[in-house]
């Protein structure tokens, strides 16, 4: 049972480059969430979604686009990266919304330089 | 939105004495307040979480009280050790926006 799984591990992107990073959970979750976690700022939601087709934006969304096409696959979209989006990625899913345990994967680290 | 606050930043406790973490938010509406650990490396993992129709959850070392009239929860971990050492993370959330906001975190050093 996999669990959680995000794609890439570690990533390198200069200034205005796009790319994904790939979320998929394989526990039949409808709830899927994307953090960001930087240094002294905890952990900051940037999109969540409820089920397949419905997305919705957290904190700090501005920069950020996201799609729920499958229960599986949340997949969070930087369209022109920027240095502050430097930062470790975090994906999540729970069986029922927020107010049950949320399941984290391993985390994508991302340097825009 | 809900905001959550999060005491101390950093925390050292000697092995074997208790440590304590406490945590306000702002939105009454605020129900389920689970509290997560990370460790080096890794994603959050939850430890332990309360329901706002309960003051107070117990499991085995770790405990968690809530009180709800002056919106604050606490993390008390007790008989601390070194496994301890680990970065530690309250959050809130509400049935109105389904959204779980979290604290800056607690980094737990446990001293030998």
């Known amino acids: 049972n996999a669990g959680v799984t995000q794609t890439p591990k570690f990533q390198v992107l200069k200034t205005g480059q796009s790319m994904t990073l790939q979320c998929a959970q394989d526990m039949n979750h409808e709830y899927m969430s994307w953090y960001r976690q930087d240094p002294g700022m905890g952990l900051r939601l940037i999109h969540y979604?409820?089920?397949?087709?419905?997305?919705d934006q957290g904190e700090v969304p501005n920069g950020y686009n996201v799609s729920r096409s499958t229960t599986e696959d949340f997949p969070l979209r930087l369209l022109s990266a920027a240095p502050s989006q430097t930062s470790v990625y975090f994906c999540?899913?729970?069986?029922?919304?927020?107010?049950?345990?949320?399941?984290f994967g391993q985390g994508t680290r991302l340097t825009v330089v | 939105g809900e905001n959550v606050e999060q005491h101390p930043s950093t925390l050292s406790v000697q092995e074997g004495d208790s440590a304590v973490i406490k945590c306000t938010y702002s939105?009454?509406?605020?129900?389920?307040f689970p509290w997560y650990k990370q460790e080096l490396g890794k994603g959050p993992q939850l430890i332990i979480d309360?329901?706002?129709?309960?003051g107070e959850k117990k499991d085995q070392r770790i405990a968690v009280t809530l009180n709800k009239t002056a919106k604050h929860f606490s993390l008390h971990i007790t008989e601390t050790q070194p496994e301890d050492s680990a970065v530690y993370f309250c959050?809130?959330?509400?049935?109105?926006?389904?959204?779980?906001?979290f604290g800056k975190g607690t980094r737990l050093h446990i001293l030998p």
């Open positions: 309360i329901r706002s129709n309960v």
């Open positions: 959050a809130a959330s509400t049935f109105r926006d389904d959204k779980i906001i």
């Open positions: 999540a899913s729970s069986h029922e919304g927020s107010r049950t345990e949320a399941f």
């Open positions: 939105d009454s509406a605020s129900n389920y």
């Open positions: 979604s409820v089920g397949a087709g419905i997305t």
